[in-house]
Structures are given as C-alpha cells and as structure tokens.
C-alpha cells in the first residue's frame, strides 16, 4: 500500500473515531440530563426546606455521579477506539513492511498495466522507453508474463541473466584454430549448415540479446503446429503492440494464412504479425480457441524456449515471440547460429526471406507487398551479397543491430549470426563471414 492510501485510511479512522467519542459523550450527557429532570420533578411535587436541601445535597451527588459515568464512559471508548487504532495502524505497518520486503527482492518492481508488458520492437528504429516488474525465469515448461524493458537506464537486466554454461561438449565444439576476421559485432559466430561444425566465432557464449531475430524461432514453432495454408483470423492481439513497433499493418478481421503471416513477421519484421501468430498456435496447444491472448501468448513462449531446447540450445530464455528486450530474456551468438541453422534448413523460411519483397493476397480479399528489411538480398542497397538467401534482421535498444544471415553456394550453405553490431557493421561483419565461410575448403 502506497503513502497516500496510508495516510487516507488513517485520517479515515481518525473521523470514525471522533463521530464514536461524540457520540458517546451525548448518549451519556442525555441519559444524566434525564435522571436530573426527574429528581427536580419530584421536588417540585411537594418537599419541605429541609428535604430541599436534603434533596439538594443529593442533587449535587446525582450529578457528580453522572459526570463521573461520562467520564468512566469516555475512557471505556477511548480505549476502545485506541486499541482498534492500533490494531489498524499495526495492520498497515505490517502491510508496509511487506511491501519494502518484496521492493528488496524486486528491485524493479511496479506496476504494469497489461497493454505495457506486450509491447514490441521498433526494427530499424531502437527502441526509448523502459518496462518494470518482477521476474520470474522462463523454460520450457515456466513460462511468465514478459516484463519489457522500454528505457533500459531503468533496469539493471543483466542482474537478471544466469551463469551462463560452457560444458565439455560446447567446449569441445568451439576448440577450432579461430581465423583472424576483423568484425564490429559484440558476438559472432558462423556455421557449417550441414555439419554445424563451427568455422569462426567471437565471444560465441556471451549474453546478447536477440531482437527481432527471435522471428526465426517463432517461425519454426508456427510450422511445427500448423499447415502453411492454415487461416488465421486477425484479432485483438495486434493491439498488444507498442506504438513504436514495426508493423505489417494488420487489421482485425482480416483473413491471412500461415505463410502470409510468416511473410508479415520475416519480411517487414510485423510484430502485429507475431503476436497473431502467437495467439493462434497459444491457443490451439492449449486446445482452447477461447483463452485470452494473455494465455495463449504465454503459452506460446512456452513453446518457443522447449523448441530451442530441443535445437541444442543451452544458454537463452526467451520471453517475446518477436524479441522485444525483455526482462530475463537474453541469448547467445551460439544459440542463435543453432536456431539459424534450422531456419536455413526449412525450406518456407528460406523461401520467403530470400525476397526482397512479397505481395500477398489474403483469404478476405486485402492486396498487400511487404520490403524485406534485410539489405543482403536487396539488390541496389548498397549491401547486397548474391549468394545470401535470408534470414532475419534484428535491431532493440539493448540488442544493437543484429542479422542471422545465410549464404549457399556450389552446394555449401553457411550460417552466421552477428550479435550487437554497428548500423554498418552487421552488414559488413555478415558478408565477411559468409565469404570466408563459403571460400573455405
């Protein structure tokens, strides 16, 4: 309980407390006031001077009595009214107190309204506000409401990220003579597509962040439950985006498939188009149409960090299906390489990130063309690279400028993710690994 409603309560009682008092005093005052009238009346009917007197004396007696019981009757409510004080005084200290504790625990805490905790990412515009709230870590099978990180001078976020784990195995995987590329990037790593063999890698199991690269996850998930043709109806839950968000533009209502919304999210990066296919799948694992997109997009989440579990991914926690900055999400260049993989060895993604533009045409009728925001399969952005064929770009606050990009050439496909680069850099730091990574024999 705040200051304010504190203080509310205790002018409150304070009121309660003199309307008890007042009342107290006039009931006694009333009933004295009553045994005086009928003592007068009977002298009035016919008593000497003397039991005047006498009637006198025991007047004064009646009223010292009286004021006596008023003020015994004062105390007796003053009393009470002081012990229900303090038991409402200890009752909010007790409050209080309970409150300071779990600020102590949660440093970040407050509150959130629910349009706040599902807002998205602005692709190529980073991201300024900040989210606040208690966290509770995400896996496969414990999944929370995102808490998002909006202005990220508010949050400590990575207080929130765990011991990251480097086990014999990773170890192992990542012991290669590592070639001498000059890259910008934070966190880079780049693959064999077929054999996953590890050919370059720059603080591979460091904590990033992944942005909107994350839509390669939830691409990977959308397949796994439904049919490319499958028809989704947009709802609501295009509004739990924030206003900065990159978009498809959307509309409830409107009729799309699987493969247009796959288009909507790897194309423009829509994070509209995220969540309505977050809420479709949520709701069909939870085989319940009518869960709230609250649930379903939790669920979904769920289902997100259980697929990358099952690519091999170790160190990540994923909150968002379109990779906001969030509160105790975090992940690797490694895992994203891993995820990147998968993505570059479906052939729908693949498909459809390796267009420079899409036009769609919608179950209900609507004519759309989307630009992919990755500059490497565009050919007069200045970045074009002719044998990359996707993946996804990424860009937050926290993040930087991130792309998990693929390359394929006589039959070799390779796979680089480059983590918090420069706005230049990721383009160049992805080219110069896809090179080597195609050139190397």
Request: one cysteine or more.
């Amino acid at each position: 309980m705040n200051k304010k409603s504190l203080l509310g309560l205790l002018f409150f009682t304070c009121i309660i407390m003199i309307g008890l008092y007042i009342g107290a005093d006039y009931m006694v005052r009333h009933s004295s006031s009553e045994t005086t009238k009928d003592k007068s009346y009977a002298l009035e009917e016919g008593s000497t001077k003397e039991d005047n007197i006498n009637d006198s004396t025991d007047d004064v007696t009646v009223d010292d009595q009286a004021q006596q019981l008023i003020e015994d009757e004062n105390d007796a409510y003053k009393e009470i009214l002081a012990k229900a004080a303090d038991n409402i005084l200890a009752q909010e200290s007790q409050q209080l107190d309970n409150s300071v504790n779990d600020m102590a625990l949660n440093p970040a805490i407050d509150s959130v309204t629910q349009e706040s905790w599902l807002t998205n990412e602005g692709e190529e515009a980073l991201s300024a506000d900040s989210t606040k709230g208690d966290v509770l870590s995400a896996t496969a099978d414990n999944v929370s409401e995102p808490q998002l990180i909006y202005n990220a001078k508010d949050v400590d976020y990575m207080s929130y990220i765990p011991e990251l784990i480097i086990d014999s195995e990773l170890e192992q995987t990542l012991d290669i003579s590592n070639p001498d590329i000059s890259i910008d990037a934070k966190a880079a790593i780049l693959f064999d597509a077929d054999t996953k063999e590890v050919l370059y890698h720059k603080n591979p199991v460091e904590a990033v962040f992944p942005a909107s690269t994350i839509k390669l996850l939830t691409s990977l998930v959308a397949l796994d439950w439904c049919d490319e043709e499958e028809q989704v109806t947009i709802g609501d839950e295009i509004t739990m985006i924030a206003s900065d968000s990159t978009r498809a533009y959307l509309k409830e209502g409107e009729i799309l498939t699987i493969r247009d919304l796959m288009a909507a999210m790897l194309l423009p990066s829509g994070n509209d188009a995220a969540y309505a296919v977050a809420t479709y799948v949520g709701r069909k694992s939870l085989d319940n149409m009518e869960a709230t997109k609250e649930e379903a997009v939790i669920e979904f989440v769920r289902l997100m960090n259980k697929k990358a579990a099952a690519l091999g991914v170790k160190n990540s926690c994923f909150k968002t299906p379109d990779g906001y900055d969030a509160i105790g999400q975090y992940t690797t260049a490694y895992d994203m390489g891993l995820i990147g993989i998968a993505a570059a060895q479906n052939d729908t993604i693949t498909e459809i990130s390796c267009q420079s533009s899409s036009r769609n045409i919608f179950v209900s009728g609507e004519d759309v063309t989307w630009t992919n925001t990755n500059k490497l399969i565009k050919q007069y952005s200045g970045q074009f690279y002719s044998h990359a064929v996707g993946l996804k770009t990424g860009t937050s606050t926290i993040a930087g400028r991130c792309i998990v990009a693929a390359a394929e050439c006589d039959g070799k496909k390779v796979v680089c993710a480059v983590m918090d680069s420069t706005s230049t850099g990721r383009w160049e730091d992805a080219i110069a690994l896809l090179k080597y990574g195609l050139e190397k024999e």
